[in-house]
């Protein structure tokens, strides 16, 4: 079946890198997605990755994407405090537009 | 002006109820979305529509119903309303092709006492 998982708590301290993990199900999924969830607010998409990439890179975020083992994660680069959040990763299976979520990871950056 | 609204933001109300929670959209996306939210269990799907003539249920349809009146407006309703519909309702928006990015409204915390 469909299901997408990930860690549920991450901390670090301002200025380190943040990788948060997740893995999949489905790999007729076309696309793989990084949502931000600040509280209070709906999800904004933050990134995305075709299937056929393994990386993608803009500004301080990177996606990597291993098809193989089902595994996408994301990593925050220089990380601050504006960046706590819960962080959502999504697929796409069967290119259906119908995204299925993970259950979320929060993200918590200390000073 | 935001392009996805909700409405009302907050509601409470009684078991047995009739609620309609409101989404409207000025982004011109054919398709629209309802999720909702619970504490550590992400977002699920409850009912989508690609076209104003297409509605389609989703993974948890059961107690719920959905109205798309126009291209721009979905609602969603719960016809007696039950406790464990208690959490945050999501209306979402694409349009089609593309990477299917969706576009989010700020949600409606619904309790249902």
């Known amino acids: 079946g469909e299901d997408v998982e990930q860690s549920l708590f991450l901390s670090v301290r301002e200025g380190d890198s943040s990788v948060i993990n997740c893995t999949y199900t489905d790999s007729s999924s076309t696309y793989l997605y990084w949502y931000k969830q600040e509280p209070g607010a709906g999800l904004q998409l933050l990134t995305y990755i075709f299937s056929n990439m393994d990386m993608k890179q803009d500004q301080r975020l990177t996606v990597l994407l291993n098809k193989k083992d089902k595994h996408l994660s994301l990593r925050i680069a220089d990380t601050q405090t504006g960046d706590s959040a819960i962080y959502f990763c999504?697929?796409?299976?069967?290119?259906?537009?119908?995204?299925?979520f993970g259950s979320g990871t929060r993200l918590l950056v200390r000073p | 002006d935001a392009d996805v609204t909700q409405t009302p933001r907050n509601r409470i109300t009684k078991t047995g109820k009739r609620i309609m929670l409101e989404c409207s959209q000025t982004?011109?996306?054919?398709?629209m979305y309802w999720y909702r939210q619970d504490p550590g269990l992400g977002l699920q799907l409850i009912y989508y529509s690609f076209d104003v003539k297409d509605i389609n249920k989703g993974e948890i349809s059961d107690g719920y119903s959905v109205s798309r009146q126009a291209q721009a407006k979905f609602s969603l309703s719960l016809e007696s309303a039950i406790p464990n519909q208690t959490a945050l309702y999501f209306c979402?928006?694409?349009?089609?092709?593309?990477?299917?990015?969706?576009?989010f409204g700020p949600g409606t915390r619904l309790t249902v006492l």
């Open positions: 979402a928006t694409s349009t089609s092709g593309g990477s299917n990015e969706q576009f």
């Open positions: 982004k011109g996306h054919d398709r």
């Open positions: 999504a697929e796409d299976p069967d290119s259906s537009y119908k995204l299925i």
